[in-house]
């Protein structure tokens, strides 16, 4: 229970000495004071605008592992969705958000619907990619019984070959919690006018690096608090896998 | 009858820049126009004008030179109104770095935002003082024209703002060298203009809004202080050093009258971009600005 | 429809250029246990998974005698207990229910765990069971599924004589009037269930004919008829592995 | 072999319809006839520039995959090291690209080597985390069987943990070449004045949609290629894994 | 050094509050074939694994009788296979000089391979071989470490009792003079190469007193005290297992 304490302590320390002897101007990296000050005293600032940033991740996570476990099972499904959908999911990764934002935005407005969208997008690839693989790599023993039992291949797909891809999905989600909150930020980039992404952004571009940087603190506390929490629920959940 | 709303995308983060626009709403310009305004600050200054032109909203904050390119390439806005009616735009150098005159740049780094015009401004500056394109070195530094300069990755920045990072670097205790693009061959600008879709040109909420923004400006002026209070107490991550500065500022540099067009001027900038092959067409100054009268 | 019997007519394998059996035919009756035996790696569970339709031999075709498709009738127990790990011993014998989408039925499953002696371990996980408790599950799990052809690859290896004894007792009662086939590396086993003994050996593999053993399954292991023919299936064994 | 093109052509329909009947205007989304002119005309600007992209690519994924696996083995190897490395990776992954740009730059310079930094950044994270839950997620019984054998710890990683988990880091690996391309366009955010990146960059503030999207078309070729060629290549390589 | 004598002292074992074994105390002579059998889902295997260190039991101990730490001079053969997908069948025989980074010896590797009748596939991968074909290349990995204290779990039960008796001879041969602990259900198998039977059984299980059987092994199949053990083996595992 300690642990995570030295670690925190050995960062700031780190942190403090890169910022103190290290040669990095302050207006590149303020020294752990400087943001401890801003943390504080625009701390109600922070928490709100941490607020809106947790309801996206939250949202463009659950949106984003739902859609991309669906569309995982829709071409494990289906070689016909295959062949047309992987191709779409694969080029959705490349796009740019610039190129993006402005279409967000046209479809879906200024509101919480195109930042969790975008949210989405960082989000569901890396859910659908592993589970896809853990879709296909069932052990070709259990699919030849599957076989000679008759089994319809919706049954095979869902009591067989998806509970064996958790693991798989595990991997996935680990990796999403890892960038969703990235992703949030992204989802801001379309226009917000509230979230930690835009407060990172209005500091960056105002030149306040503490502030900034006391945003980037609550970011990856939101961050390692999450990986921690979807670790600690897959390890619970896949306790027959092993390694887990 | 319930106020009408109004959409207005900034072309950037709130910042003093947009004092009239928060003026206008103390003193109440708008509720008095019959109009609920909306500011929308995007993360991106590209975007605003294509949302405008999809109807996303009534009226975005631009600048002048963008105005010919979007219009070259058929997207169907006007500049309907200026916020700020000087250039704020400079090409910066250090002192520290021995650059006292534009032409100590030849051989240097300049690193710039990418925003489409920034080659030929700089060719432009250059050419006026004998230099070359080629006798510099380019580098796009996105958005990190300030940290770029003093970290001495370049030696000059050019779409630095002299209401802003110019007296950021001062405070810093740096000697910025400043070069204005109007000093050097390049036309008078327009910095900050409010654009509009050419479908809601008639709209009276356009003209409500134009008349509002233009007390707004009164307003401003009258009560300096007590506007810059309301405005750091809806804005408390503005309340600093810098941002106060600002401020104080960039008085001078707001239309009074925002919707006032200056037809010459912007005809003359046509002529500059048209000359620079920016654009591709003649455009009529119909074509692209138009003066909105109540 | 009564269990058909199984007819195979030229049946030729070969994995990576390699012969393991060419133009082999044999009729397996209907309603019998038929038990294979040979060397191992001669070719058995090859030749089961092809009647099972789930290998393409090089050439020749399976049949079931009635000429209705075999697909669907047969039931399948393979080498490798093929447990799911996720799933309780009792969902691992209402697999075939599961995977077809049918109503299962939880008291049969219950009762087949009984006879195999696992009535006590219906909710462990297969990671939690024994080598020999594993493979009653996977035989349950067969058994489940009441098809009239069943393919049964060393079904008892991993269990004690005693148990053997008792379990194969079972299939015999259960099985009776089925089509089975069942690999064996165990002559009295082969002896006390099989109806006729076949025994697959040489390089291309081929068949014998095959021992018919009188009486009724399950046979006493001390039956004479069954100790007569154990004797006579070493025999052969022998005289066909090489040297 | 003509499957492909059937998908090309239907996207590219698709992607018409959308421009001409989608209410979408064409400086948003223009037309395909535009966008195929701009790739006409412009098809040595743009092939200088996406081979300034490419080698981005080609650097930051192999940098990313190699430094993923390092830092899975090291993690998988030690649980000191596990302590401390895995929140430190799970951190950079949620710091945004504008943070991080100024110190890149402040450390690495304009040149390639910081984009090429930004890349692998990106890159590296599906890498490590798919590789490292593949190397826990070994079979209980071979290493039981290791620990009878007095196996070494470091052999046990190598020839055994390692090529079990090679499916795994196939999954990390394909994640990863989706979103290599945009690892290089991030990259190039830091500051560039060549790629792809920065050919988008330039023609959104320039205004010339059909550039933008001329550009956008040429990273999504080099992405959909990417992404087959791992493919391809996984598939060859882990030819006793089942479902390959 | 010679191969130690294995002391089994007071092992109790639990699962989930279940007891296995309570109280179990044996010592296996040295150098010596002991054979373990018992009903299947005793704790044979289990009991085993602790031998083999791989689990600990709730209380009691397991030691050498010279006193030297057992762990390193063990080998253990697992009732599963437990081959390496992707390695062939000579590299997974020489696995455990991997694991050590010792330099490998695949001439011995390859002879032992020939020795259980897979001389011809060498480099094939795990997967295309039959049951009884991974059976023998985990017995030859096991024999390649070549320890002083060797432990097997039902080593040959996938192979037809042909290929049985051969690999049994080849086991008595290369394993004399080591301290084994072979796990079977067999009871032939067991006289034919133990020097000593055991029986496990009971709830919890617990071990009878010895059966000796005279005579170096392998013995014959029909040799004379080899058939009354057997008869005697089965009795024992007959009574003591529930009706
Ligand atoms: N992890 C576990 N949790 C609960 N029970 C377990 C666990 N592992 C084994 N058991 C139980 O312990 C008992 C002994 O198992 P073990 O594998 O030692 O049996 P065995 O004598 O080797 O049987 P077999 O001959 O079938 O291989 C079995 O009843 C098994 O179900
Ligand atoms: N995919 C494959 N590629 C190449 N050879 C294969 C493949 N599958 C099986 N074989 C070979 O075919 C032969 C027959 O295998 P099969 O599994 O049918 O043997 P078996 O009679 O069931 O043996 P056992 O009694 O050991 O289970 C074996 O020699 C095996 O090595
Ligand atoms: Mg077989
Ligand atoms: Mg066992």
């Known amino acids: 229970m300690i642990r995570p304490f030295i670690t925190l302590a050995g960062f700031i320390a780190l942190w403090w000495a890169m910022a103190a002897y290290g040669g990095v101007p302050p207006y590149m990296l303020p020294s752990p004071q400087a943001v401890g000050a801003a943390l504080w005293t625009q701390r109600e600032y922070l928490a709100t605008n941490a607020g809106v940033t947790l309801a996206e991740i939250a949202i463009g996570l659950t949106g984003g592992t739902i859609l991309g476990a669906l569309a995982a099972l829709g071409v494990a499904a289906s070689p016909v969705l295959q062949r047309w959908l992987l191709p779409v999911l694969v080029l959705s990764q490349a796009i740019p958000v610039f190129a993006l934002a402005p279409l967000m935005v046209l479809w879906l407005g200024f509101g919480l619907t195109s930042k969790v969208a975008m949210a989405m997008l960082v989000i569901f690839f890396p859910v659908t990619a592993n589970f896809l693989d853990g879709l296909r790599r069932t052990e070709a023993g259990w699919l030849d019984l599957a076989r000679t039992m008759n089994a319809k291949p919706l049954y095979v797909l869902l009591r067989l ?44 571009a105002r030149i306040q690096p503490d502030l900034m940087f006391a945003a980037l603190v609550v970011l990856m506390a939101i961050a390692i608090g999450l990986y921690v929490a979807v670790d600690k629920t897959l390890r619970r959940l896949l306790r027959w896998a092993p390694g887990s | 009858a319930s106020a009408q709303s109004f959409t207005l995308i900034l072309d950037w983060f709130i910042n003093p820049d947009h004092a009239p626009l928060f003026a206008a709403k ?203 209070a309301l405005f750091l107490k809806d804005n408390p991550s503005l309340n600093d050093k810098l941002d106060i500065a600002s401020w104080h500022a960039l008085p001078p540099y707001f239309a009074r009258d925002p919707a006032a067009l200056d037809a010459a001027r912007y005809t003359k900038y046509r002529d500059f971009m048209r000359a620079a092959g920016l654009i591709k067409k003649d455009l009529p100054l119909s074509a692209y600005a138009v003066q909105i009268t109540a | 429809m009564p269990p058909p019997g199984i007819v195979i007519e030229g049946l030729c394998l070969r994995y990576a250029g390699e012969s393991i059996f060419e133009n082999l035919s044999v009729t397996l009756p209907g309603g019998r246990f038929s038990a294979l035996l040979g060397p191992s790696g001669v070719g058995k569970t090859s030749l089961l998974r092809i009647i099972a339709g789930l290998e393409a031999p090089a050439a020749g075709r399976v049949y079931a005698e009635d000429n209705a498709p075999l697909a669907g009738r047969v039931a399948y127990m393979a080498q490798q207990d093929l447990l799911l790990p996720w799933a309780s011993a009792l969902n691992n014998v209402m697999l075939g229910a599961t995977l077809r989408g049918e109503a299962r039925d939880p008291q049969r499953a219950e009762a087949l765990l009984h006879r195999v002696g696992l009535g006590h371990r219906l909710r462990a996980l297969p990671a939690t069971l024994s080598g020999g408790e594993r493979q009653r599950v996977a035989l349950a799990r067969t058994l489940y599924e009441e098809r009239p052809v069943v393919l049964m690859d060393e079904p008892f290896s991993a269990l004690d004589a005693i148990s053997r004894a008792r379990i194969q007792e079972l299939a015999a009662e259960l099985l009776d009037q089925r089509t089975v086939l069942l690999i064996t590396h165990d002559p009295l086993e082969a002896c006390r269930l099989g109806h006729s003994l076949w025994v697959l050996a040489g390089n291309p593999a081929t068949l014998g004919s095959p021992l018919t053993v009188p009486g009724a399954p399950p046979r006493a292991p001390d039956n004479n008829s069954v100790l007569h023919m154990q004797g006579e299936l070493l025999r052969r064994l022998a005289a066909l592995s090489p040297a």
């Open chain 1, 161 to 204: 070959r998806l509970p064996a891809a958790l693991p798989a999905l595990g991997s996935g989600l680990r990796v999403a919690a890892a960038v969703a909150p990235i992703g949030a930020i992204l989802g801001e980039w379309v226009g917000a006018s509230s979230g930690l992404g835009y407060v990172m952004l209005n500091a960056n």
């Open chain 2, 26 to 228: 103390y003193c109440g310009a708008f509720a008095r126009a019959g109009l609920d305004v909306k500011l929308i600050a995007p993360t991106d200054p590209d975007v605003p004008p294509r949302l405008v032109a999809a109807g996303q909203a009534d009226a975005c904050l631009s600048y002048q030179p963008q105005l010919y390119l979007l219009v070259d390439q058929g997207l169907p806005l006007r500049r309907t109104g200026t916020l700020i009616d000087k250039p704020l735009n400079t090409l910066t150098a250090l002192k520290q770095s021995g650059i006292t005159k534009l032409a100590d740049l030849k051989g240097r780094k300049i690193g710039y935002s990418v925003a489409g015009v920034e080659t030929v401004l700089i060719g432009t500056m250059l050419k006026s003082v004998g230099l070359q394109l080629s006798d510099v070195t380019l580098v796009n530094v996105n958005f990190n024209l300030v940290t770029a300069l003093q970290s001495r990755e370049v030696d000059a920045v050019i779409g630095t703002f002299r209401t802003y990072e110019d007296i950021q670097l001062a405070q810093a205790g740096l000697e910025p060298v400043i070069f204005a693009p109007e000093d050097y061959g390049v036309p008078q600008a327009d910095e900050l203009i409010l654009l509009s879709a050419e479908s809601k040109l008639k709209a009276p909420a356009l003209a409500g809004f134009l008349g509002a923004l233009r007390e707004g400006v009164a307003a401003l002026e009258a009560e300096p202080e007590k506007m810059l």
